[in-house]
């Protein structure tokens, strides 16, 4: 008996692992080992998104599913062999149909509780039990979709003990495609996409407006906000594709240098991104929404951006919420009664 | 006496050239060679814009002075050769920094009638005169600059001898850059640019939204408009860069088919475009803008696409104008009394 304690004092020194949680995603994979409440004992970056994904050996070809599991093993395989009953599961577009197993979207709204009961499980080659979270469709309105986002926007959404703590938020997920979703009373109402940083990145490699770009040099911060200024200004009203022009003709008269021209187009996005703030807030719906708490998640320097961003545009109930989609991962699983 | 009535009276067979006019943008050089009234004696394209000259023999690069003399000598060479005295002259990318001899800016707003008293001349290394016809710059209002299209303008201008021809008119010249010029009284006042052809080309070629797009097949036209009526609906307030990605997102869910993609996206970026007319008319000035006539001015194909889309919004007063650049390039040749 003795040593039995023994063997359970000398573990809890290093917390036994729970989940094995995965945030695959196009571009990359992050795999988490999680303790009890979902703490953090190790983590994992892999470059191996669904779309790109390692080769196998010389052939640097082979089968799609057979690729997955060569990432799948890299990301955790060890995690997974030594503890063979740990249970797994996976977010992003990993559930896509190009991923490794399509997990049908959720219609919404739908409340963040209840993702855990739509769980798709499937097994992999080496019979583990992968189970992937689904992601959202929107049918109302303007159709959109979002994978993972769903995940990050649960393990963001503050929690409290309090009565009256399914307040409303609007969470803003800045990167290549944002969301920004609107959870109203524990539930995800509504949510839309917009390219952003896919479409600054193609204006900057590949339009003419890239061509006069300096990215060598330090840019002066008051840039990016010129370019949030002019956009939310009357001259924005000439749209979005007129308003990038001015990143050139500025450049062209001698009024605007080549070092601070990619932070000017970037606050030119940006305010187009938040510009339905505005509308919003101009109509009758939008009087409630711009009173809703907003919640940032994604790079830190990101979202330092938007909330420059946002306090220009007069904003200022924001926060920056941290590690989402590890918790997110982790509260789902405890929806799902994977983990206590 | 005889013999020289005969010889003039040969010579009346193939009219007299009177001008060599050169449109010479960004990626291609047209030449004209013109006889009285500007009547089209002879014309070529060759595909030597300024940023793309000729290579020089072997060596494939050279001093940029010496390439653009290339070109112009392929262009036009014999015809000046073979009569010293006609006049040249030239409009669009060639009179920019980049160009082969800068032109500068006249300001906005200018009288059309005006142009050809702000002509550039340099000689070339043979010795040939050239005029360059000066672009546009705007400094009231949002920066802008043209180049060319001013050319363009007064070549569509509809003339006429009867009072009030003077009446006011909204030029619209569809292309990778596509101009706004809003002309009244004779006089250029404003203008706007938008990157309508660039970033619908890069969005295809470069982003997610050009993955899922088959472009080998026959779109149906009813796509066209399906993306004009989406972006000038009230889900167009959403904003561009979250409208693009109904796109993909209408095809992830099956509503709208691989080969009908890129139109769907042409008529969200064109409503986009045009977004300002009714955004203008909204406002006061726009009472007066709606109700000028819309003259276009570019490819056919481009011309028909936008007439669709200004049909759909609603608007009647439109034509669109042909040899624009052409008869612009005569009529400011005829300014400048380099030809009667």
């Known amino acids: 008996l003795d040593s039995t304690v023994e063997t359970t004092h000398l573990r809890s020194r290093v917390p036994d692992p729970r989940l094995v949680a995965l945030d695959w995603g196009t571009s990359s994979l992050r795999t988490f080992l999680l303790g009890d409440a979902g703490i953090l004992l190790e983590e994992r970056f892999l470059p191996f998104g669904i779309m790109r994904l390692p080769a196998m050996g010389d052939a640097s070809r082979g089968e799609r599913r057979d690729r997955f599991e060569i990432a799948f093993e890299q990301g955790c395989g060890d995690w997974v062999r030594s503890r063979p009953s740990l249970p797994v599961i996976a977010a992003g577009m990993v559930g896509s149909a190009q991923g490794w197993c399509e997990a049908p979207y959720l219609p919404v709204p739908v409340s963040v509780r209840d993702i855990g009961n739509y769980l798709i499980g499937f097994r992999s080659a080496q019979g583990h039990l992968i189970r992937i979270v ?47 979703v609107d959870v ?12 952003t940083g896919e479409v600054y990145a193609v204006l900057c490699a590949h ?15 008051a840039a990016f906000e010129q370019g949030v200024r002019f956009a939310s200004s009357d001259a924005g009203e000439a749209g979005f594709l007129s308003n990038i022009f001015s990143t050139r003709a500025l450049g062209l008269v001698g009024s605007l240098s080549a070092a601070n021209q990619s932070e000017y187009l970037s606050g030119i996005l940006i305010a187009h991104e938040l510009g339905f703030l505005s509308k919003t807030r101009r109509s009758e719906v ?41 918790r997110g991962l982790w509260n789902i699983a405890v929806q799902a009664q994977l983990v206590n």
């Open 134 to 180: 689904p992601g959202l469709k929107q049918t109302s309105g303007p159709i959109d979709v979002m994978r993972g986002e769903e995940t990050q926007v649960l393990g963001a959404l503050p929690t409290s003990d309090k009565p009256g703590h399914d307040q409303d938020f609007l969470f803003g997920l800045p990167g290549t495609h944002s969301k920004w």
């Open 184 to 195: 109203s009373r524990g539930q995800i109402v509504h949510f839309t996409t917009y390219m």
């Open 207 to 221: 339009t003419i407006l890239g061509q006069t770009m300096d990215l060598n040099s330090h840019p002066d911060p």
């Open 286 to 326: 939008g009087q409630t929404l711009a009173l809703k708490p907003i919640i940032l998640v994604g790079e830190d320097s990101l979202c330092t951006r938007y909330l420059r961003a946002l306090k220009l545009l007069g904003y200022q109930n924001m926060q920056v919420a941290s590690n989402a989609m590890q």
